[in-house]
């Protein structure tokens, strides 16, 4: 059976749970990318649930090599009726990212059936392969200069760290986001890459002492003064 501590909340992807901030920071990217945006983050959303719904790691690591072949395959072959495909069929591959370099992504979630236990060096791994969703997002969206690396990895080790059960390990996760992030919210974002910024700042905000609820207006009004300024 998976580890229980390595489960994550799943986000919706049908609307059953509403994400207001998500929303709202999805009309901060560009309209030529909004749609990739949305379409990278339902394929987060569907590798989330997929761990979610898995009990036996057997069974998760054959699921998921499905989702590596189906990515693949993507650059050499139209996406069959799977609706994640398909959007980043149409919204993704056109703005010049493999469906092949998607599969880091992959390798990121991999980790938490992997691993019994998550340490320092299986929260890296994690980190840097699921962080590359910012990576693929930059390059649809035009983003210029920006930290999309350790803005990535920040933000997966920030949600790992809000998502797991045991204290030890929530702790060396946000030991491990922290600096990822402040590296971040340091920089002023380009245009293009200001959606990927505030999904940082979100992040980090989550990682305060005493963070105020999703949706708060001094959480709304931080990630709109980013929208403005890119800081």
Partial sequence: MVNAALMLMVR???GVVEDPERNLILTYALATGRAGLAALLALDDALAKLLRTTREPALGQMRLAW???ALEKLDHMPAPAEPVLKALEAEVLRHGVTGASLVQIVHGWEVLIEEEALGIDAMR???EG???LFVAAGTLLGSKGDPLEAAGQGWALADLAGNLQAEEERAIARDLARP????AAGARWSR???ALGALAHRARLDLAEAPKAAGAPSRVGRLLWHRLTGR
Avoid: C, K, N
């Fill in 12 to 14: 919706s992807m049908t």
């Fill in 67 to 69: 989702w590596r072949e």
């Fill in 125 to 127: 791994r994690f980190g």
């Fill in 130 to 132: 699921r962080g590359q």
């Fill in 180 to 183: 990822l992030l402040d590296r």
């Fill in 192 to 194: 293009g890459g200001r």
